[in-house]
């Protein structure tokens, strides 16, 4: 379900791993459903579950040390395959925002059209947050999407990011592209009746 987003915070579910692509996010063979639901329970599959089926209780997602709708990601988020099924997986787990140093483009679109919000930081803000979650599991961010910033609450460090104004809009609206060019409907003819 869409939601307007604004200012979130949330402790986070930290993931210190470089280069997670698209198959490690979301296995193809679970690509064969047409609608976004259901993806969340296969999001990082095999490293949630072992190969019987079984949870795999060191992985972050089973532990439940750790919480929140911030996913904290390494350098090069979401590289490999374009699938949107990652980004579907990713918000239907309940992310609302993934955070790392890098991503692929086309999953950072991706995730912007799902109604996630890439947040790109610098190595250094990003080395310093994986060590406040290590330090303590409870470290809450503050994602200010009016402002731009992302602030670690448990040192105050604050970043700007960057992010199309358009898709911020959306964001901030709850509208996906068809519902905003809908919402423009009567700019539209107007434009056309002249």
Not at 26 to 33: N, Q, V, W
Not at 49 to 61: A, H, Q, T
């Amino acid at each position: 379900m869409k939601e307007k987003f604004s200012v979130i915070t949330s402790t986070c579910v930290p993931l210190p791993m470089e280069n997670v692509d698209t198959d490690q996010i979301i296995p193809a063979r679970f690509l064969k459903a047409t609608s976004r639901e259901g993806f969340g329970e296969n999001l990082f599959r095999d490293w949630r579950y072992d190969k019987d089926g079984n949870l795999i209780k060191d992985f972050v997602l089973n532990d439940p040390t750790y919480s929140g709708c911030v996913l904290v990601a390494g350098k090069n988020f979401g590289s490999g395959s374009s699938r949107e099924h990652a980004a579907w997986a990713i918000a239907d787990y309940g992310f609302r925002v993934v955070v790392s140093s890098f991503f692929a483009d086309i999953h950072k679109n991706n995730e912007l059209n799902n109604f996630v919000l890439p947040v790109v930081v610098s190595e250094e803000f990003l080395a310093q947050l994986f060590a406040s979650i290590e330090a303590d599991p409870k470290t809450e961010v503050k994602v200010d999407l009016p402002e731009q910033t992302i602030t670690n609450l448990a040192t105050g460090a604050t970043e700007s990011f960057e992010i199309n104004p358009y898709k911020k809009h959306c964001l901030m609206n709850a509208l996906d592209d068809i519902e905003f060019l809908l919402s423009k409907k009567d700019d539209i003819e107007a434009w056309e009746n002249k």
